[in-house]
């Protein structure tokens, strides 16, 4: 996006969108923790689709308080077809409205050692609460979970992050699996799952936030462990917590260094 200047800059942050209401509003949580770091600053939340307010609402809301130009902020795990397209002409056909200038578009979290960091917190806390001896832990099965895309780059991205992930759990890796639109298929992994002697076995969503997605997994696992008896878990996603709001405000933060330089 073209980079210009202006005497007020604000964020816009995008969410993907979701019909499921505790994911919205840890989108719209997420969205405020980002708000509480930069004070002063104006900052409008909006989704991309099924959910309001959506990218022309939070717009708005920026001209309102008085921005004339904006970073877009996705908040999206991979860089596909909602970071290329969905999400940038949606936007500039929004400025273009409104005579909004666009200074830049931060890239989504990819797999850098953060994101991985926050992702091995959210299984270490989950496993911490269940009092395994080390080695029912070390013959557990792990299996990581992603949404998918058909956008290769993105699949190989996630495919890095799962690999670099693998390397800092002692569970036996079982593999991964994509929710739509890339192989291996999620429901070809469970069936990797119901095939294993493993009796434990966990399942880990890479996802930010509640959605239909999760609950299709969770109904999945459901009908695996009750028809094989072993002791499926499932992950919470990444979440809104004070970690995620700082791997959001690293990127922030490096494109308004950006700006300034340019400024």
Known sequence: METTTSSCIGLLIVGHGTRVEEGQKQFLTLAEGIRDRYPGMPVSAGFLELAEPNIQQAIEELARSGCKSMIVVPVLLFEAGHAKSDIPDLVIQSCQELGMEILGQTPPLGNSSAVVAVSKRRFSEYVNNLNLQPDELREAGFCLVGRGASDSTAIAEFHRFAQTLRSQLTCHWM?????????????????????????IVFIQPHLLFEGRLTIQIREAVGRVSKETKQAVHVIPTLGCGKDVVDLFADVIDLALIRQRSTA
């Open 175 to 199: 593999g991964v699996g994509f929710l739509a639109a890339a192989e291996p298929t999620f429901d070809n992994l469970l069936g990797r799952v119901e095939a294993t002697d493993r009796k």
